[in-house]
């Protein structure tokens, strides 16, 4: 199972074709709600047995998939890389999960304990595949594409610094305006007045650009990829869990699942554990997808 996000390619201002690739068939998005009731969630463990067939279909899971389960249902990741800032990632997606289920659902692992490995693929992206992450049930791997990971940080330099800029030009606009709404017109310094105010928002509005660009390239678009590689990995979690993709667009489990807020400048400088994307659906469908689980095994 796969994922793949929504990425502006500032250069060109448009949006990348979008696709996802299931190991065995697309997962169409429905109308219908995916959102389990309480009532559904308080159910015997003989009704889950019973009924798993249709409460899959219902709710959208795939049981086949929950291979990263232990028989508590909870899952144990080997972290089988040496780079600090993926670990980063999927500390942040592990507290996602842990803090909305109310529970230690996924572990750090070790090499010679662990139901999930955590790595990176050197695979190459193709026309077919262009995915940056998965989930392998048979070989029990969640990994994300290299290339794709190593080019992100220029997409989110770019796409960030297209943003502040017209976030600067807007806001020396207004400034502008107001300042020369102040003035009086009969005012015989009234165009040189004007003229060294619009130079003072020029220069403050290029510092600022300068400054950001500065701090993007010396780390905080390592930070914003970090945040953005946390709600990556924690949907593939999801899928580790049976979840098939959710047709709500808000929703973590939504094929092409994403936040702007990475592309913010201000936001992520000021952020410590990022922009957890894992709504109550989510939340409500891995409960039961879990309590299925652990019902049937």
Known sequence: MTHKKLILHVSLATLSGL?????????????????????????????????????????????????????????????????SYLKKSLSLAMNYWNSKLGR???????KKYHTVTFSVSNAKASKSDDSDAWWIPSTKKVQIRNSLYADDLSVITNTTLYNSEKSLVKTANANLAAYKAGLSTTDPDYQSKLDTYQQQQVDYAKAAFDNQESNLKSGLAIKAREFEYANTLAHEFGHVMGLKHSPNKSDLMYWASGTNDIYNYNKVKNSSKGFSLVTSTDVARAKLAVKVHNARN
Do not use: R
């Not at 009924?51 to 909870?74: P, R, W």
């Not at 230690?104 to 070790?110: T, Y």
């Open 19 to 83: 696709m996802i690739f299931a190991p065995v068939a697309t997962i169409p998005a429905q109308a219908s709600s995916v959102k389990p009731s309480s009532a559904m969630l308080k159910k015997s463990n003989s009704y889950y047995k019973k009924h798993y067939k249709a409460i899959a279909k219902k709710y959208k899971f795939t049981y086949s998939a929950q291979t990263g389960l232990n028989k508590s249902g909870t899952i144990y990741v080997y972290e089988k890389t040496k780079s």
């Open 104 to 110: 230690q659902a996924i572990k750090v692992g070790s």
